[in-house]
Nanobody
Framework: QVQLVESGGGLVQAGGSLRLSCAAS????????MGWFRQAPGKEREFVAA????????YYADSVKGRFTISRDNAKNMLYLQMSSLKLEDTALYYC????????????????????WGQGTQVTVSS
């Protein structure tokens, strides 16, 4: 089993930045993609960003492209999301997720590709 724990959320003013972290534990061996999803109040959970096992490929939702940067440190079993130029619309509960098999191309954007999920960390952006 794989356990994921997010951290780094908080309250930030619009235009500010925040860095989210996700620590993975358990059987983290094998190739996998990792991603960030978010769920705003009253809305469905949506894809934010994803990264391949090697970190060579990254994927972003159009709404965050150019503002967010996803990265991973496999040696430390860590996933990160650097968020900048934050907007009110970024307010949401952010989830870290991991696949249990290789994922190619646009499949990284599919929520159903991810088998392991964290509990989420809240990000609130104020104006």
């Amino acid at each position: 089993q794989v356990q994921l724990v997010e951290s780094g959320g908080g309250l930030v003013q619009a235009g500010g930045s925040l860095r989210l972290s996700c620590a993975a534990s358990g059987r983290t061996f094998g190739s996998s993609a990792m991603g960030w999803f978010r769920q705003a109040p009253g809305k469905e959970r949506e894809f934010v960003a994803a990264i391949s096992w090697s970190g060579g490929s990254t994927y972003y939702a159009d709404s965050v492209k150019g503002r967010f940067t996803i990265s991973r440190d496999n040696a430390k079993n860590m996933l990160y999301l650097q968020m900048s130029s934050l907007k009110l619309e970024d307010t949401a509960l952010y989830y870290c997720a991991r696949t249990n098999r290789p994922v190619a191309g646009g499949a990284h954007r599919r929520e159903k590709e991810y088998q392991y999920w964290g509990q989420g960390t809240q990000v609130t952006v104020s104006s």
